[in-house]
């Protein structure tokens, strides 16, 4: 059965869920079988609470009423959630514009450069994302980067009746993975990169590769891709997708290709040539991965057919992302900044950019999130120690692991000499400050915009902003 007829056939439908304890009289419950928790398990809890039609793929027959309550057959719950959800909200996507975001790295600043480009050029925009929801005075607290179908749909119909004209969404590769965007009809998508991430979760970098793949292989011929020509990903990107493509990059032959680049410590210049035509363009952001990120917005904003000279002022007047190379004042000769680099290759990234501008020493303070994927913990202790003067090693998000265990693994990636650990990580920030002199970095990566820190039994509120003032003060 279609979502639309489900809806047609047993309206009035007062909501959707497949949360039984959201469920309320006159709710349709989606018994969706999750990584920690089966939904068929609660289907009765959500019958009495007032659900009038359950949904299941575990169910024998297609349609069946038992007294009041009638069950459904699918075969997939949850796609089925999604399309049921975008159906109840009327399908809010189909008069918003959505550009769907994804990739390893880059997705945050991405959002945020459309949502001043857009604003630069007379549009309204609404942002779904890591740091949060918003849109026009409205912000949401954000749980994942990619909120769940029902919480989706709900949150672009705000947006729908508040008249926003697009929707910049970073889409993770686990939301694509759980159809948490089925049901989403998408003006556009971007394509940042792919490098190790989430292997706790999808295992290999091929289903990690796939789970990325269905947002541009679910594109329709009618809009338009954007993708990274410097990354190999791409190549297999442009077969799976009928959308338009148009490519940009650094190094490779593409549609907008960037050149001419210029590093500084406060900001970066560079040119991009586009149809023949050569531009010079001036960003605060640094370091070679906001090239990439400011020429993904650039490709967009020309595809999308925006006045590039709007454009160009909008991405230069941009000063930063909460939590991405974000400067705290010190007042102490020496530079701090925080970053949300959690990765081999963020991290690799963040250092290379920082070394470009950099006369003097950088000192890093990172540490790995527990209950993720392990087999990156060595390498960012290899790159963190190859790269910068000084490490400084300590907690990131433990969860249920012991920070300690954690720490070895990142040690066990080390050959030289020239870090230390420091589990507690207000102590490891005061450290790496103590350390640092005229003119040195300090990068404390992993946790960027994250006001908090999860350990075994409890959450704590952890800011490494306030952490570098309190030391400070």
Same mark, same amino acid.
């Given at each position: 059965?279609?979502?639309?007829?489900?809806?047609? &056939?047993?309206?009035?439908?007062?909501?959707?869920?497949?949360?039984?304890?959201?469920? &309320?009289?006159?709710?349709?419950?989606?018994?969706?079988?999750?990584?920690? @928790?089966?939904?068929?398990?609660?289907?009765?809890?959500?019958?009495?609470?007032?659900?009038?039609?359950?949904?299941?793929?575990?169910?024998?027959?297609?349609?069946? &009423?038992?007294?009041?309550?009638?069950?459904?057959?699918?075969?997939?719950?949850?796609?089925?959630?999604?399309?049921?959800?975008? @159906? $109840?909200?009327?399908?809010?996507?189909r008069?918003?514009?959505?550009?769907?975001?994804?990739?390893?790295?880059?997705?945050?600043?991405?959002?945020?450069?459309?949502?001043?480009?857009?604003?630069r050029?007379?549009f309204?925009?609404?942002?779904?994302?890591?740091?949060?929801?918003r849109?026009?005075?409205?912000?949401?607290?954000?749980?994942?980067?990619t909120?769940?179908?029902?919480?989706?749909?709900s949150?672009?119909?705000? !947006?729908?009746?508040?008249?926003?004209?697009?929707?910049? !969404?970073?889409?993770?590769?686990?939301?694509?993975?759980?159809?948490?965007?089925?049901?989403?009809?998408?003006?556009?998508?971007i $394509?940042?990169?792919?490098?190790?991430?989430?292997?706790?979760?999808?295992?290999? !970098?091929?289903?990690? $590769?796939?789970a990325?793949?269905?947002?541009?292989?679910?594109?329709?011929? @009618?809009? $338009?891709?954007?993708?990274?020509?410097?990354?190999?990903f791409s190549r297999?990107?442009?077969?799976?997708?009928?959308?338009?493509?148009?490519?940009?990059?650094?190094?490779?032959?593409?549609?907008?290709?960037?050149?001419?680049?210029?590093?500084?410590?406060?900001?970066?210049?560079?040119?991009?040539?586009?149809?023949?035509?050569?531009?010079?363009?001036?960003?605060?952001?640094i370091?070679?991965?906001?090239?990439?990120?400011?020429?993904?917005?650039?490709?967009?904003?020309?595809?999308?057919?925006?006045?590039?000279?709007?454009?160009?002022?909008a991405?230069?007047?941009?000063?930063?992302?909460?939590?991405?190379?974000?400067?705290?004042?010190?007042?102490?000769?020496?530079?701090?900044?925080?970053?949300?680099?959690?990765? @081999?290759?963020?991290?690799?990234?963040?250092?290379?950019?920082?070394?470009e501008?950099?006369?003097?020493?950088?000192?890093?303070?990172?540490g790995?999130?527990?209950?993720?994927?392990?087999?990156?913990?060595?390498?960012?202790?290899?790159?963190?120690t190859?790269?910068?003067?000084?490490?400084?090693?300590?907690?990131?998000?433990?969860?249920?692991?012991?920070?300690?265990?954690i720490?070895?693994?990142?040690?066990?990636?080390?050959?030289?000499?020239?870090?230390?650990?420091?589990?507690?990580?207000?102590?490891?920030?005061?450290?790496?400050?103590?350390?640092?002199?005229?003119?040195?970095?300090?990068?404390?990566?992993?946790?960027?915009?994250?006001?908090?820190?999860?350990?075994?039994?409890?959450?704590?509120?952890?800011?490494?902003?306030?952490?570098?003032?309190?030391?400070?003060r």
């Open positions: 059965m279609r979502a639309r007829k489900l809806l047609a &056939k047993f309206r009035p439908v007062k909501g959707v869920s497949c949360n039984s304890g959201s469920v &309320k009289k006159g709710f349709v419950f989606v018994a969706v079988k999750g990584i920690k @928790e089966d939904g068929n398990k609660f289907i009765d809890e959500a019958v009495g609470k007032g659900a009038k039609v359950v949904v299941s793929q575990k169910q024998k027959t297609k349609t069946q &009423k038992l007294g009041r309550v009638a069950y459904v057959n699918v075969e997939n719950a949850r796609q089925f959630t999604g399309e049921l959800a975008a @159906e $109840f909200y009327g399908n809010p996507s008069k918003i514009k959505v550009v769907g975001i994804t990739g390893t790295n880059g997705k945050t600043t991405i959002t945020y450069l459309l949502e001043a480009v857009l604003k050029s007379g309204s925009s609404g942002v779904v994302g890591t740091i949060n929801y849109f026009n005075n409205n912000v949401i607290a954000s749980k994942n980067t909120p769940g179908p029902v919480e989706l749909q949150v672009l119909d705000r !947006m729908r009746r508040a008249r926003v004209d697009y929707c910049a !969404m970073e889409v993770s590769s686990h939301a694509l993975d759980q159809d948490r965007v089925a049901g989403i009809k998408f003006h556009s998508a $394509f940042t990169n792919l490098t190790q991430d989430h292997l706790d979760y999808h295992r290999t !970098m091929e289903r990690y $590769f796939l990325k793949a269905k947002l541009f292989s679910g594109l329709s011929p @009618e809009v $338009f891709a954007v993708l990274n020509n410097d990354d190999k297999r990107l442009k077969k799976c997708t009928r959308a338009r493509v148009i490519t940009y990059a650094v190094d490779s032959p593409a549609d907008l290709q960037a050149g001419d680049i210029v590093f500084k410590s406060d900001s970066t210049e560079f040119s991009f040539t586009y149809r023949g035509r050569k531009t010079r363009l001036k960003t605060n952001f370091g070679k991965h906001n090239v990439y990120n400011v020429l993904a917005v650039l490709a967009w904003s020309l595809k999308a057919g925006l006045n590039i000279s709007r454009v160009r002022d991405v230069a007047g941009f000063k930063y992302v909460p939590g991405r190379l974000e400067g705290v004042e010190t007042g102490r000769g020496f530079s701090v900044f925080v970053d949300y680099a959690h990765t @081999e290759d963020a991290l690799n990234n963040i250092l290379r950019s920082l070394r501008v950099s006369q003097e020493r950088i000192i890093v303070v990172f790995c999130g527990g209950d993720r994927d392990k087999t990156k913990r060595p390498k960012m202790g290899r790159v963190a190859e790269l910068a003067d000084f490490a400084v090693i300590t907690s990131d998000n433990p969860r249920s692991e012991e920070p300690l265990d720490i070895r693994d990142i040690e066990a990636g080390i050959i030289k000499d020239n870090y230390c650990i420091v589990p507690e990580r207000a102590t490891a920030i005061k450290k790496a400050l103590s350390l640092a002199k005229n003119g040195d970095i300090v990068l404390i990566a992993g946790k960027g915009h994250e006001n908090y820190q999860v350990f075994k039994n409890k959450t704590v509120h952890f800011d490494d902003r306030e952490a570098v003032s309190a030391c400070l």
